[in-house]
């Protein structure tokens, strides 16, 4: 079998402020595999993006990783010294935000960022590197690359400048790619386009891409495997036709219960009564009990369940009552 290319291991990640503490990860683990597309899906704070960020160690002053390992190639990321993780950030592991305009510099023209990116890993020169950069807007699909590279950010629409990102992320030709979210700031249209470029970089190159978002419809359409995430932790993960066939953790199938076509463009995520909890202290128990509908008493008395393929199914799942249930 391919060997993971990043293997995330029991991660657990807290933010502390002056005002908050919250345990934004717990104990998440996932494989992630060459030429694979990975999607980590879950609603707003359920962790996605801290997960993201700390496989490139990008993760602000505020968190500490409590425990867990990130590895790449056999090394834990999460305990290189900021001189041997150089070489791999940006290089071999390449991050796409959901907010291109953000992620790029308001003053300095779009052929000069993206040069920039070439010269700081690559041994060439300044003229080299304007043409080497031309070439990649081009690639990514930007027609008039020489006028696309004399511009500044504020000049491109915001498809323009999301593949601006890709073409940033992927000219050193990374192994893997960690999209955030990449394309939830556009409209339908661009998104269909970035996700094809994406697939595409995957088919072509055999880049692995951890594809985070909050739509079903995105993880039906691009992803081989899916984690969804809920409060912090993974509570199923597994081959994506076998999760939307038959979902088995109780929220993922409320979840999906209601989307009127996995394949559809529009499917929307159900609301579940309820809210995902605070996440100011670890759970003691299964953080979903409030809003399940198959709560048992071991449900309350023991630790959250742990990651696990119950014996008649084909993926895992975090939960003492699953649900064997198929959608159709
Ligand atoms: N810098 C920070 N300081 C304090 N708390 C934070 C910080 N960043 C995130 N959090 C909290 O950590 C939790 C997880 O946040 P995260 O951004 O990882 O979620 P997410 O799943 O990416 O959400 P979204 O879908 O809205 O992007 C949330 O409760 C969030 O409020
Ligand atoms: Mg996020």
Not at 187 to 193: E, H, L
Not at 244 to 266: F, I, Q
Not at 297 to 322: D, F, G, K
Request: with cysteine.
């Amino acid at each position: 079998m391919n060997e993971p290319i990043v293997s995330v291991r029991d991660l657990s990640i807290r933010y502390r402020t002056r005002e908050t503490v919250t345990y934004a990860t717990e104990n998440v683990s996932f494989d992630l595999r060459r030429g694979e597309i990975l999607s980590i899906v879950g609603e707003s704070g359920s962790g996605k993006s801290t997960v993201g960020m700390a496989i490139l160690r990008l993760l602000p002053g505020e968190a500490d990783v409590l425990s867990g390992e990130v590895n790449f190639e056999g090394r834990n990321i999460l305990s290189l010294t900021e001189h041997e993780l150089r070489p791999l950030r940006g290089r071999r592991i390449a991050m796409i935000f959901q907010d291109p305009v953000a992620g790029l510099n308001p003053v300095i023209d779009i052929g000069s960022q993206v040069a920039e990116m070439l010269t700081s890993h690559v041994n060439i020169g300044k003229k080299e590197a304007r043409i080497q950069a031309v070439q990649i807007l081009r690639d990514v699909g930007l027609r008039d690359p020489e006028r696309i590279a004399k511009s500044y950010p504020f000049q491109l629409s915001g498809g323009m400048c999301q593949r601006v990102m890709i073409g940033i992320a992927t000219a050193l030709n990374p192994e893997v790619i960690v999209a955030d979210e990449p394309t939830s700031a556009l409209d339908v249209t661009i998104q269909a386009q970035i996700l094809h470029q994406l697939d595409q970089l995957r088919q072509e190159r055999g880049t692995a891409i951890l594809l985070i978002t909050h739509d079903f419809g995105v993880v039906a359409q691009m992803a081989d495997h899916v984690a969804v995430m809920y409060a912090g932790r993974v509570v199923e993960s597994g081959n994506v036709r076998d999760m939307l066939k038959a979902p088995l953790h109780p929220y993922t199938h409320a979840l999906l219960g209601t989307l009127p076509r996995v394949d559809g463009a529009h499917s929307h995520l159900r609301q579940i009564p309820g809210h995902p909890p605070e996440m100011t202290e670890p759970s003691v128990h299964c953080p979903f009990i409030p809003r399940c509908s198959k709560v048992m008493n071991v449900c309350r008395q023991e630790p959250p369940p742990s990651l696990s393929r119950p014996r008649t199914a084909t993926h895992e799942v975090a939960c003492y009552n699953p649900v064997w249930q198929s959608l159709d």
